[in-house]
């Protein structure tokens, strides 16, 4: 166990476990488009956390104007509706307060498991080779001729609609990209003299794959984990709309899909489904300028 | 490996993705709760009757008997029949797939038009003020959930300004006497329109930052520099040498394009109640009728498998290095 | 001499690093006269490739001319617009590069990249580019059937020849060739070298032949020039320079590199580095790597002097060259230095 406190002229604080972690995550913080990125997912986060508080009203109550009529289709600021109200009489603001909770479980969620499950199949397919990696292969050769989205309607429509069965068909299919690229990665990686040195020096190949394929591996990893989270939040938001999300929660994506079906385009309303769509975009834009900033960290060629 | 053997290997493994995407989504349509007939069956039926529907289906079999059946019939180009239509899939399926199939083209060409232009144009001005406002615009774009920006144009430009229709193909009073009437009539390129722009607007990105990034590497290759010094014109040096060559990966990038779009256009194709395989899987999703949703499902999966080999043998065709090796 | 086809006078290119500008080419003058193969000579970074690529004005984007003039056919061409320029290049200069495998495009036979120039360059019509192109590949040695082909599937000799088939295509007066042989087997730079002079001969065309190989220049060139770090300092005519030459550099080159043909003494390298050019010394450029450097040396930067037959060199000992030159031959001289610099 590292011990942060321990002072003595020759040890080097050792980092906590935390910023060991955080450290492991290579976070690009030279760049400042990057830094903006994750800027913009700290405040989301924080909004997410505390949504019951900011959020003025529960986003799925039907309310009622001072004269007790149907709060419904009412313009921002109109009867001290920041954003105004749905057709159903809802608070629109307060429903994109809580839309932030979905998008990061989702975003955040889908991009771990297509991390996760990417990493290990690249991996193992590519340390291990043979016929191990030959049907991993041929697996994400599969994987690249299922159509995303329509699997995703199918396996949320017939599974019950939960955000978990999204973010598993999500996962059942993007792990493709990842996996490929780690898998070239870890085969490079596996001829290097590092590595022939500890294996003809007896480790086990878990061993090896933990202390000196999986480190050099990470930052990749988290690559195409930002790459996934817009990707996601993305897709979440088209299920949603398209009437597969989760019933339970308030998305931006289902606010969309309210607001189309209630008409709202017809009616101008605007300040109804402008701003979901804004925040889906502030997200996903935020996750790109991350995976960029990984980008130039890892690939320096790039930058330009 | 001659390029024949490669291609030979590349088809079989083409092949090979068909038939795994095929029993995947057999069984993946066996996972449907409840009876696959429920939305078929009337309440009124007797048990008799139900069986008698059962056998019709093929639903009486085992299993693996219903999937050799299904593949039989596959082969013979026999998607089943629609539950709620009580017409062949195929029939179906292939009414929708031109439709479907326009408006991914019209689209992609359109966004690769613009997208290869802007990225040259963007690569040679590089480092100027345009960039900085440009780049982060393109990203923005990719950003975007497509059936927002159809809702914004629906909502600006059918809805406020009332310039184009808000869906379907062609007025409701019109009719055509052959679907190629309706496609050459102004009516449904009409109504084509916001559909394709919400789809162009979305795909640009892809080209547009692609071509800019292989005119950066390419413009720095000293055969750009040579087409300098032997004094042609900037226009031949930029289009001719830089441009050229940065466009193969770009053409590639077409095909898989193709892929990714005809799925994401489930989303658009509903926003716009577009008669195409997109919306159709949708609705077929939604009322249960899964031999029609298997269908529009597949007829999508052959698309995406068909230009993964077409992105991979066009890269073949247009770089002589591959082919000529 | 009277009869001149390009006259460099103290031309100066600038590089801008950072904030920094960095001289390249510092006030570098000399004449090629029709007809002659000039062999420009120095270590990589010497400001030769530089230079090279100065005369036909297509530079790094942060290179710049910051001064002198290079006159050829009476016009400076160093302040010609960019239109006039354009209108010069390949049919008065043209260029051989290094590595001809990248300076090709590879997306176009190389038949196609020959009619390009022909066509938009020389104004010739197809049918003419066609007899051209065939006449080209003739006299490089190529088959011309093989002009269908594209770049990748030729060899490196074969290809550099294509460069060459390339740079006589309009006839131009004078040929710049950047190391056009140093990516090639010793065979294959005879066999390119001969070409080249062969070519010279028939067609009386100048050539520039930029190359940091001593051995090179001493079997094609004419004259040469030897630059060290920006700076011209020696240069006249081939034989007398590389027999008795007068600059102390020039004389550990010739130690350090075999005879073309590969009878050679013992190779003896100059030791240390060139110096950093954001910083230059404010004496002798080569001082610090050279045997022979006094304190003068140091402090006050050497002009070059006439020696008589177009023998130039800049050195402030240059009234011992003789006892110098003596001295230079013994391995043990240069083998002092190894500690230097």
Request: glycine content about 8%.
């Amino acid at each position: 166990m590292a011990d942060a406190t321990q002072t003595g002229p020759a040890s080097v604080a050792q980092p906590g476990l935390l910023r060991r972690a955080f450290a492991a995550m290579h976070l690009p913080l030279g760049d400042p488009f990057a830094i903006a990125g994750i800027v913009i997912y700290l405040v989301f986060i924080v909004v997410a956390i505390f949504a019951p508080s900011i959020a003025t009203h529960d986003p799925t109550e039907i309310l009622f104007t001072s004269d007790f009529m149907l709060a419904a289709d009412l313009r921002p600021g109109e009867e001290g509706y920041i954003m105004g109200t749905t057709t159903l009489g809802r608070d629109v603001f307060s429903q994109l307060v809580w839309g932030s909770r979905s998008a990061l479980i989702i975003g955040l969620m889908a991009a771990f498991m297509v991390a996760l499950i990417g990493t290990i199949v690249g991996v193992v397919a590519g340390y291990f080779g043979g016929w191990l990696d030959t049907i991993m292969m041929r697996l994400a050769d599969i994987a690249f001729g299922i159509p995303f989205l329509p699997f995703v309607i199918v396996l949320a429509a017939f599974l019950e609609p939960s955000i978990w069965n999204v973010v598993l068909a999500m996962a059942l299919v993007l792990w493709r990209d990842t996996g490929r690229v780690i898998r070239s990665q870890t085969l490079t990686l596996r001829n290097r003299v590092y590595v022939e040195a500890a294996r003809v020096s007896g480790s086990s190949d878990l061993k090896i794959i933990l202390r000196h394929i999986v480190p050099n591996i990470l930052p990749l990893s988290f690559l195409y984990g930002s790459i996934a989270i817009g990707w996601a939040i993305l897709t979440e938001a088209s299920i949603s709309f398209l009437g597969f999300g989760d019933p339970e929660s308030i998305s931006w994506g289902y606010m969309l899909q309210d607001a189309f079906a209630s008409q709202a385009l017809s009616k101008g309303a605007y300040y109804w489904f402008v701003p979901p769509g804004v925040l889906i975009i502030l997200i996903v834009s935020a996750g790109f300028f991350i995976s960029r900033g990984y980008e130039k960290i890892l690939f320096p060629k790039l930058d330009r | 490996m001659g390029t024949a053997t490669a291609i030979g290997a590349r088809l079989a493994q083409t092949l090979f993705v068909l038939w795994a995407v095929v029993t995947i989504l057999f069984f993946l349509f066996r996972l449907m709760p409840g009876s696959p007939l429920a939305a078929y069956i009337d309440p009124n039926f007797t048990p008799e009757q139900q069986e008698a529907l059962l056998a019709r289906f093929g639903l009486d079999q085992p299993l693996w008997k219903q999937y050799f059946i299904y593949l039989g019939n596959l082969l013979q180009g026999d998607l089943g029949e629609s539950f709620f239509y009580r017409t062949p899939v195929a029939e179906r399926v292939f009414e929708l797939l031109p439709n479907t199939l326009i408006l991914t083209f019209s689209s992609l060409i359109l966004a690769y038009i613009f997208g290869v232009l802007a990225g040259a144009y963007l690569a040679w001005k590089r480092g100027g003020a345009v960039e900085q406002i440009a780049i982060p615009l393109v990203l923005t774009t990719r950003a975007m959930p497509e059936f927002w920006l159809g809702m914004l144009l629906l909502a600006v430009f059918s809805f406020s300004f009332g310039w184009f229709p808000a869906g379907g193909t062609r007025p409701p009073c019109m009719e055509f006497e052959s679907t190629i009437a309706l496609y050459t009539s102004s009516a449904f390129w009409w109504h084509m329109t916001l559909p394709v722009l919400t789809l162009a607007i979305y795909s640009q990105g892809l080209p547009l930052l692609l071509m800019r990034s292989n005119m950066l590497d390419v413009m720095r290759e000293d055969f750009v520099t040579m087409a300098r010094i032997k004094g042609l014109s900037p226009f031949t040096v930029v289009i001719r040498h830089a441009a050229r060559n940065a466009l193969l990966p770009v053409m590639t990038s077409f095909a898989i394009a193709v892929g990714y779009q005809i799925q994401g256009n489930v989303v658009v194709e509903t926003i716009f109640s577009w008669p195409g395989l997109g919306r159709e899987l949708v609705r077929a999703v939604s009322a249960a009728d899964y031999p029609l949703a298997q269908g529009a499902f597949l007829m999508i999966a052959v698309v995406v498998i068909l230009m993964n080999l077409v992105a991979d043998l066009l890269y073949a065709a247009l770089d002589p290095r591959v082919t000529r090796g | 001499m009277t009869d001149t086809l390009l006259s460099l006078r103290e031309l100066r290119i600038g590089y801008s690093v950072g904030k920094n500008e960095v001289t390249a080419v510092d006030g570098a003058s000399f004449d090629v006269a029709p007809g002659s193969v000039v062999g420009l000579v120095g270590e990589s970074g010497c400001g030769k490739t530089t230079l090279a690529r100065a005369l036909t004005r297509v530079l790094a984007s942060n290179a710049r001319i910051t001064g002198g003039q290079a006159i050829f056919g009476g016009t400076d061409i160093m302040a010609l617009s960019e239109r006039e320029m354009n209108r010069l290049r390949w049919r008065d200069i043209a260029f051989i590069p290094q590595s001809a495998m990248n300076s090709l495009d590879p997306v176009y036979t190389v038949g196609n990249q020959l009619r390009e120039v022909l066509v938009k360059r020389g104004r010739l019509g197809r049918a003419a580019a066609r007899d051209r192109m065939v006449e080209l590949f003739e006299w490089v040695g190529i088959e011309p059937g093989r002009l269908g082909d594209y770049p990748h599937q030729f060899s490196g000799g074969m290809r550099q020849r294509v460069a060459i088939a390339l740079a006589l295509a309009l006839d131009p007066k004078l040929i710049i060739a950047d190391e056009p042989v140093t990516a090639l087997d010793v065979i294959v730079q005879r066999q390119i070298l001969d070409q080249l002079k062969d070519l010279r001969d028939r067609l009386g065309i100048s050539v520039i032949l930029v190359t940091h190989d001593i051995s090179v220049v001493a079997y094609i060139c004419d004259r040469v020039v030897v630059m060290y770090a920006g700076k011209v300092v020696e240069s006249g005519p081939m034989a007398a320079t590389l027999t008795d030459p007068a600059h102390p550099y020039t004389m550990g080159l010739r130690n350090a590199f075999p005879d073309l043909a590969g009878a050679a003494g013992e190779l003896v390298p100059i030791h240390g580095a060139p110096p950093n050019l954001m910083f230059p010394p404010p004496g002798c450029r080569f001082a610090a790597r050279c045997p022979f450097a006094q304190t003068r040396c140091a402090g006050a930067v050497p002009s070059l002097k006439d020696l008589g037959a177009e023998h130039l060199a800049a050195c402030h000992r240059i009234e011992e060259r003789d006892a110098l030159r003596a001295e230079a031959l013994k391995a043990a001289t240069w083998a002092d230095m190894r500690g230097a610099a």
